[in-house]
């Protein structure tokens, strides 16, 4: 009788251990999906910012252009163009940058959950194994 208290324990250990794999899984996946979100408004932040601080870039540019007496037109407007599409590009990677960053992380908290689940299953058939072997002991 004390085997068979064994065997059921060793079983339901093992049954622990996977549902705890399980569990572990489930919550790094939220953690990580929590984490990519904040990666991306991180990322949205950041293109706010760049616009703003590009369009006090292209003032302060075009001021001083204004001062110099050069004018607006010609190579001034070259530069002045060039700036703008300098600066669009940098807030799009900015953006871009924080949605690959979320990206990443939730593919990896999808990656952690999986992983979790398949030790459950692992964990439930090593549960199964060792009843059938107990069983198998006690009948030879």
Same mark, same amino acid.
């Given at each position: 009788?004390?085997?068979?208290?064994?065997?059921?324990?060793?079983?339901?250990?093992?049954?622990?251990?996977?549902?705890?794999?399980?569990?572990?899984?489930?919550?790094?996946?939220?953690?990580?999906?929590?984490?990519?979100?904040?990666?991306?408004?991180?990322?949205?932040?950041?293109?706010?910012?760049?616009?703003?601080?590009?369009?006090? !870039?292209?003032?302060?540019?075009? #001021?001083?252009? %204004?001062? $110099?007496?050069?004018?607006? @037109?010609?190579?001034? *407007?070259?530069? &002045?163009?060039?700036?703008?599409?300098?600066?669009?590009?940098?807030?799009?990677?900015?953006?871009?940058?924080?949605? !690959?960053?979320?990206?990443?992380? #939730?593919?990896? %908290?999808? $990656?952690?959950?999986?992983? @979790?689940?398949?030790? *459950?299953?692992? &964990?439930?058939?090593?549960?199964?194994?060792?009843?059938?072997?107990?069983?198998?002991?006690?009948?030879?």
């Amino acid at each position: 009788m004390a085997s068979y208290a064994a065997l059921a324990l060793t079983a339901y250990g093992k049954y622990q251990q996977g549902q705890a794999a399980k569990q572990a899984g489930a919550w790094n996946q939220s953690v990580h999906n929590m984490e990519g979100a904040s990666a991306e408004q991180q990322g949205l932040n950041q293109e706010t910012i760049e616009r703003r601080q590009g369009r006090e !870039f292209l003032g302060r540019q075009a #001021t001083a252009i %204004g001062q $110099a007496g050069i004018g607006y @037109g010609g190579s001034s *407007a070259a530069v &002045a163009h060039d700036s703008s599409i300098n600066t669009e590009l940098d807030a799009l990677n900015a953006r871009y940058r924080g949605a !690959f960053t979320k990206w990443g992380l #939730t593919t990896q %908290g999808t $990656a952690l959950n999986y992983e @979790g689940q398949v030790q *459950a299953q692992s &964990a439930n058939l090593g549960a199964g194994a060792s009843i059938l072997r107990g069983f198998a002991d006690y009948t030879s």
